[in-house]
């Protein structure tokens, strides 16, 4: 594309996209959905924003060996979980205000499709757990507890696989 068109910049397109969908939607569904008190849900959609901003400018935001630095405003995930889980108010504030510090915390995260580090496993999964949020969202308002509780088996997955990479670092 850059031979064809020099002067666009499609990186900078993706980087914009997924501000928006990972970003700027779940921070209004947090607004207009109330998952935390009224009182907190400027405060809160800030920080997200605001920090995933930052995250998203940082010359080293995905490092050369296919990391994410920091916590990679994976707010769509988590907004969704948070209300699928009918947590508390309280616990959205909580759960929501540590991850946007946690952008700020020099951990390595996992990319999913491009990280060498299990590669097969993690796409395998991923792929597993991209369908049953699918059926999840169909099920919507009523998901299997069962379900609900096997999905979060890839996101533990993730958080482990990252922090063990991020301490073999």
Known sequence: MSERIPWFNGAKLDDIVDYLTYV?????????????????????ASAMLLSSAYGFNREDAKTSDHFFTGFPSYWNLVV????VLRTS??????????LAVMVFVPI?????????????????LGIAWGVT?????????AI??????????????????????????
Do not use: C, D, H
């Open 80 to 83: 969704f979980y948070l209300y």
């Open 144 to 169: 299997s507890t069962r379900l609900l509780w096997g999905s979060l088996i890839f996101p533990v997955y993730y958080v482990v696989l990252s922090l063990v990479a991020s301490w073999k670092r």
């Open 108 to 124: 390595r995260y996992v990319y999913p499709s491009r990280t060498p580090m299990w590669r097969a496993a993690t796409v395998a």
């Open 24 to 44: 700027f939607v779940p921070a209004v569904v947090v607004w207009r959905v109330l998952l935390v008190a009224e009182a907190w849900t400027v405060p809160v």
């Open 89 to 98: 108010q309280a616990v959205n504030t909580v759960v929501l205000m540590a």
């Open 133 to 141: 949020l699918l059926v999840m969202v169909w099920q919507l308002p």
